[in-house]
């Protein structure tokens, strides 16, 4: 017996992830938040774009894409939400704080870059 997602289940059970459901980055990863300019309401703020981070966490479960959604072209894909961790240097070029200062926002997989 194996434990998957929490379950007992036999050694030759295993889980397939339908596309986008396993999570594309993981803690510690270095990201860049993409540039896009989308027209309509969006969740990634304006001042944030182009910035540089560090993922803090993978947010579980899977969720469905709220911006896609919003519009009705999602059709029920999944993909992951990511705690990412922003340098208050890196937002505010003249930030005189401590350089342990940062932001955390909770950014949606197709927002992300690998840096």
């Given amino acids: 017996m194996s434990n998957i997602r929490g379950t007992l289940q036999p050694a030759h059970f295993r889980v397939v992830l339908a596309a986008g459901e396993a999570p594309i980055f993981k803690a510690g990863d270095r990201v860049r938040i993409l540039m896009r300019a989308p027209i309509g309401h969006y969740r990634v703020p304006i001042y944030?774009?182009?910035?540089h981070g560090a993922v803090e966490a993978v947010i579980e479960p899977a969720a469905v894409d709220n911006e896609e959604e919003g519009f009705g072209r999602n059709a029920g894909s999944k993909r992951h939400y990511y705690r990412v961790a922003i340098p208050m240097?890196?937002?505010?070029?003249d930030y005189a704080g401590s350089p342990q200062d940062g932001l955390r926002i909770e950014i949606f997989e197709t927002w992300l870059e690998r840096i």
């Fill in 89 to 93: 240097a890196e937002i505010w070029a």
């Fill in 48 to 51: 944030l774009r182009g910035k």
